[in-house]
């Protein structure tokens, strides 16, 4: 039996608070757009979509993992002390009401996964580890959460919009990207990553 899937529209943010609206304005001059919320609409998780069916055999392109983040304490690091795992890598910001309602089922598949060769990871776009930190700390998130220190054009991680989801194979290949608020934890697709994680 073949599965329907449904994604969500991509349209602008607005109605945000007005330091928001300043970085929005910033975010939106470099093309990225929030995805899946009407302006001025609140976005809950009865609303996050099931993850679109996995493509076999599918590559986005390669990935060096050299890549700096900030931890949430404001000190640098890179991706490459993930080299050798699958990465399942979520874009997202505070502001964002999508990315804000699909953080728990982010948090439930990295707890499915807590004994797997994978690493969940969600990587803000937001500019200060302080605020992120606080954010997190207020929701009871304990995700594995950095900040993009990286430039435009440094990544091969394009994206117009967040959320955007990117897996990244053990051997570096990009094999699967979505955008648009999901509900992640589910076994179809906690299986996909098993078994790219799989001894081969």
Request: hydrophobic share 40%.
């Amino acid at each position: 039996m073949r599965h329907r899937f449904y994604t969500l529209p991509i349209i602008h943010r607005q109605g945000l608070p007005s330091s928001k609206r300043r970085w929005t304005a910033l975010l939106l001059g470099a093309g990225l757009v929030v995805a899946g919320v009407l302006p001025g609409a609140v976005f809950g998780q009865s609303q996050l979509s099931l993850p679109p069916a996995v493509v076999a055999d599918t590559s986005y392109g390669s990935v060096d993992l050299d890549l700096p983040v900030l931890r949430l304490d404001g000190s640098l690091t890179t991706l490459e002390q993930y080299a050798g795992q699958v990465l399942f890598i979520n874009f997202w910001a505070t502001w964002c009401a999508p990315c804000r309602a699909e953080l728990p089922s982010i948090e439930a598949l990295a707890q499915r996964l807590k004994d797997e060769n994978v690493a969940v990871l969600m990587i803000s776009v937001d500019q200060d580890p302080a605020e992120v930190r606080e954010f997190l700390e207020e929701r009871g998130v304990n995700g594995t959460v950095y900040i993009r220190h990286w430039g435009a054009g440094e990544s091969p991680f394009r994206r117009a919009a967040i959320p955007t989801t990117y897996v990244v194979s053990k051997e570096g290949e990009i094999t699967y990207r979505h955008t648009g608020a999901t509900n992640w934890n589910t076994l179809e697709f906690a299986d996909y990553l098993r078994g790219l994680a799989a001894p081969r």
